[in-house]
């Protein structure tokens, strides 16, 4: 070969093992649910209690509560769970009071929380926008919880499921300011029904964890029951014209189509009503994060 290409050939060898960056990301967001021993969050809570039966239909409350990982332990499969203790008190001149405990574990591409024997599949790895998942797969949809003496079927119908609407993004909750943020949504039948409301959003800050929860678990049958005497005022005015004309249902429901028409314009007008006004049972949440460390 002669010196000349032999030049060439040793000068494309060396362009073509030329180095190139590798930009892999391997960060799977495990950061968001931030699992360590010692490690507490601080939360601020505005409750709002819907109570048909008691003494005043709306309940207020204002409130603290503190999550704060105090030890591990293994499942019966090998699994580490982080023990978490929760504290509640009513105001900053109060004791902390222990209210529950419940584990936070991070399994497989899974954020497991198990409270209450309930186990909800907070988030998924790795972290990405618009990824999706069912929260309840271990949570029976028919289950009932009792909220000031009524009972309620939160996850019924199968509307939740869980979605990343955004993730690494700045935020800001209260007077703490988050470089990345995770805003997850969990449920929002917000306009498909009259008789219930099921919304869910959370945030979970890098490095912390939950910094944000909002929920709204209502429950109304007000519209049925304020214009249901209008209905029977139809059915009556039909049933009264079938006595007269026992063939023609169709006619008999165009003469007293003014009662329908009434009905529906009073359903129309109480369905329109926020929320807060039309509920009768069910509770709205609102977690902040004041203090963590």
């Known amino acids: 070969m002669r010196p000349l290409q032999v030049l060439l050939l040793a000068s494309l060898f060396i362009f073509s093992c030329k180095t190139v960056e590798d930009n892999f990301d391997t960060d799977l967001g495990h950061d968001y649910m931030a699992l360590?021993?010692?490690?507490?969050?601080?939360?601020?809570?505005?409750?709002?209690?819907?109570?048909?039966?008691?003494?005043?239909?709306?309940?207020?409350?204002?409130?603290?509560?503190?999550?704060?990982?105090?030890?591990?332990?293994?499942?019966?499969t090998g699994?580490?769970?982080?023990?978490?203790?929760?504290?509640?008190?009513?105001?900053?001149?109060?004791?902390?009071?222990i209210q529950k405990v419940f584990t936070q574990s991070i399994q497989g591409n899974q954020g497991v929380l198990t409270e209450d024997n309930l186990r909800y599949i907070k988030l998924a790895f790795p972290i990405q926008v618009f990824n999706s998942w069912n929260p309840l797969v271990h949570i029976d949809p028919n289950l009932q919880i009792i909220v000031a003496g009524e009972t309620l079927e939160p996850f019924r119908?199968?509307?939740?499921?869980?979605?990343?609407?955004?993730?690494?993004?700045?935020?800001?909750?209260?007077?703490?300011?988050?470089?990345?943020?995770?805003?997850?949504?969990?449920?929002?039948t917000s306009g498909d029904s009259p008789f219930e409301l099921r919304i869910s959003y959370e945030k979970y800050a890098k490095g912390v964890g939950l910094i944000y929860r909002e929920q709204w678990i209502l429950d109304?049958?007000?519209?049925?029951?304020?214009?249901?005497?209008?209905?029977?005022?139809?059915d009556a005015c039909v049933n009264t014209c079938l006595q007269s004309m026992p063939t023609d249902t169709i006619q008999c429901e165009i003469n007293c189509d003014n009662f329908n028409q009434q009905y529906l314009d009073c359903f129309n007008t109480c369905d329109a009503l926020p929320w807060e006004e039309k509920a009768e049972k069910g509770f709205i949440v609102q977690m902040r994060i004041i203090g963590y460390n």
């Open 157 to 188: 119908n199968g509307n939740w499921r869980s979605r990343i609407l955004s993730a690494d993004e700045p935020d800001t909750i209260g007077q703490n300011a988050f470089e990345k943020v995770l805003n997850l949504r969990e449920v929002d």
């Open 36 to 76: 360590e021993v010692g490690k507490y969050l601080v939360y601020e809570v505005d409750s709002t209690i819907f109570d048909p039966t008691g003494d005043s239909l709306i309940t207020y409350s204002h409130s603290f509560i503190k999550d704060e990982i105090v030890d591990t332990l293994l499942d019966n």
């Open 79 to 97: 699994e580490v769970l982080y023990r978490t203790e929760r504290f509640a008190r009513r105001d900053s001149t109060e004791n902390w009071q």
């Open 220 to 234: 109304s049958q007000k519209c049925t029951n304020q214009c249901q005497p209008i209905d029977d005022q139809f």
